[in-house]
T-cell receptor
Framework: SQQGEEDPQALSIQEGENATMNCSYKTSINNLQWYRQNSGRGLVHLILIRSNEREKHSGRLRVTLDTSKKSSSLLITASRAADTASYFCATLKAAGNKLTFGGGTRVLVKP | DGGITQSPKYLFRKEGQNVTLSCEQNLNHDAMYWYRQDPGQGLRLIYYSQIVNDFQKGDIAEGYSVSREKKESFPLTVTSAQKNPTAFYLC????????????FGSGTRLTVV
């Protein structure tokens, strides 16, 4: 079963706009991670946020975590065509030893 | 450069055959993982290994087998018992699951012909 579920499943925006996607999960976590996957390629780790953190930034990426709502959001600011990819959230359960991935959000950034 | 190498990139299997997918890493990571990805879907865990000579089943282990004889290598065998093996297979590793993310290989696309 999927621990994390992303919303929306697909997102289409113009270059320069911001892209926001959300992830909900079901059980207590140790950390939550976001990954990017370009078509037909492996996943690339973007950012990790621990359960005791509420917000984290990395370049044009901003991640928030609300453990009371069991949800996280990923914001990509000033999007570029190169940001076109699928984005996945993954959770490490508290006392767990493996990541569980959601179904992903497919983002299309139009030039 | 350190990383994970998966081979081959494309693999074709006849029904009833076993095939082995290779995964090698030079990152000195203890933990390694195999995931399966179907078109338009997320990743599902097949097997994982936290240390040499030890491995555990993931969520969809039936029809698959692994070995971990060396720290650097974690091969996955797709057996004839796997009824729907056509998929994209991803190998990953991590130094510390609590502090860092996974490093992924570039994947092997397996097709049954």
């Amino acid at each position: 079963s999927q621990q994390g579920e992303e919303d929306p499943q697909a997102l289409s925006i113009q270059e320069g706009e911001n892209a926001t996607m959300n992830c909900s999960y079901k059980t207590s976590i140790n950390n939550l991670q976001w990954y990017r996957q370009n078509s037909g390629r492996g996943l690339v780790h973007l950012i990790l946020i621990r359960s005791n953190e509420r917000e984290k930034h990395s370049g044009r990426l901003r991640v928030t975590l609300d453990t009371s709502k069991k949800s996280s959001s990923l914001l990509i600011t000033a999007s570029r065509a190169a940001d076109t990819a699928s984005y996945f959230c993954a959770t490490l359960k508290a006392a767990g030893n493996k990541l569980t991935f959601g179904g992903g959000t497919r983002v299309l950034v139009k030039p | 450069d350190g990383g994970i190498t998966q081979s081959p990139k494309y693999l074709f299997r006849k029904e009833g055959q076993n095939v082995t997918l290779s995964c090698e890493q030079n990152l000195n990571h203890d933990a390694m993982y195999w995931y399966r990805q179907d078109p338009g879907q997320g990743l599902r865990l097949i097997y994982y290994s936290q240390i040499v000579n030890d491995f555990q089943k993931g969520d969809i282990a039936e029809g698959y087998s692994v070995s971990r004889e060396k720290k650097e290598s974690f091969p996955l065998t797709v057996t004839s018992a796997q009824k729907n093996p056509t998929a994209f297979y991803l190998c990953a590793s991590t130094l510390d699951r609590l502090l860092g993310g996974y490093t992924f290989g570039s994947g092997t696309r397996l097709t049954v012909v």
